[in-house]
């Protein structure tokens, strides 16, 4: 099977701009998670989608970032407008379940830098 | 609250060596505990999970670990190491709660494993 895709794999852009992420999940898995690593320091939660719903998105930092999954298929993660701190490496993952056993498949991440 | 220490940044050992990457958790209740390995340009790939049962759970590549409750540990392990382990290794814990949580994974920082021939 696909596992999960995101992209682009990097992006560079200026401090004002907007950027947005693209997230495929594994098909089949209803369960999205965005996570973020900042250079150095832990990988932390943003939002979890299952399907289409918001399960919870209290990892988001601020109202500058916008995550949508229209039709519960994709996923998108916006950006708007990029801070210097927003850098870092954005990853998606999915799972069939929210079992606690059932991992997460990761994808291979956006590395987002903001200049 | 769910939270994950790995007090090693980086971690360096020769080939054919054992090697330990260390991990404590601190969760409410049981701990689901697993460990990812990141190599460079990829995504996590899981390794292995403690959820109930043997506290010694083996994994890909080798790779076991040992759930320690006492201790609130979870140290990653290889007999022997190879070169090709030389990755980015993470520990995590899983959300039991009932909520609007169940489910997420609360990181550490990542420990650096470098094998050297």
């Known amino acids: 099977e696909a596992g999960v895709t995101q992209f682009p794999s990097h992006s560079v852009i200026e401090k004002g701009q907007t950027v947005t992420l693209r997230c495929d999940p594994i098909?089949?898995?209803?369960?999205l998670y965005w996570y973020r690593r900042v250079m150095g320091k832990e990988i932390k939660f943003l939002l979890h989608?299952?399907?289409?719903?918001?399960?919870?998105e209290s990892g988001m930092p601020n109202n500058r970032f916008l995550a949508e999954r229209t039709g519960g298929t994709y996923s998108t993660l916006k950006v708007q407008p990029a801070e210097l701190e927003d850098s870092g490496v954005y990853f998606c993952?999915?799972?069939?379940?929210?079992?606690?056993?059932?991992?997460?498949?990761f994808g291979n991440g956006t590395r987002l830098t903001v200049t | 609250a769910q939270s994950v220490a790995q007090p090693e940044d980086q971690v360096n050992v020769a080939e054919g060596n054992p090697l330990t990457v260390k991990c404590t958790y601190s969760v409410s209740g049981n701990p689901y505990l697993f460990w990812y390995v990141q190599y460079p340009n990829r995504g996590l790939q899981f390794l292995l999970k403690?959820?109930?049962?043997?506290?010694l759970v083996k994994g890909s590549y080798g790779f076991e670990a040992e759930f320690n409750k006492s201790q609130t540990s979870f140290h990653l392990k290889k007999p022997s190491a190879l070169v090709s382990d030389s990755a980015l290794y993470f520990c995590a814990v899983r959300d039991r709660g009932r909520g609007s949580t169940l489910g997420r994974l609360y990181f550490g920082r990542g420990t650096q494993l470098t094998v050297w021939p």
């Open positions: 989608f299952v399907k289409e719903s918001k399960q919870d």
């Open positions: 993952a999915s799972s069939q379940d929210r079992s606690v056993g059932s991992p997460l498949h």
């Open positions: 098909s089949g898995h209803d369960n």
């Open positions: 403690y959820i109930t049962g043997d506290n």
